[in-house]
């Protein structure tokens, strides 16, 4: 598999994406004795390095493309958090 091919397949996993919505929820309701970055960075390599477990091949190959998609993901999901947050809390 080429690398693309390798991190398509690794941005629509669903464990891959459940991990890295709650590593997001958790970072939010932490942030203020945590900070935000180095819980994400941890956590995007951790969910990395989990889910490759479960591949055959190349680990190391496995382990950066995984980072590259998590770091994807998770840049998706925390831009939606922040409209939810924004236009979740102006119309209450």
Known sequence: MSFLEVIQSQLVEPFRI???IGLVVTTLRTSEHTGHAIPLALGILFVAVISTMTHDGDRLTLIATGVVANAILVAVVLALA??????GRSRS
Not at 82 to 87: I, K, P, S, V
């Open 18 to 20: 459940v991990l890295l």
């Open 82 to 87: 922040q409209m939810w947050m924004r236009f």
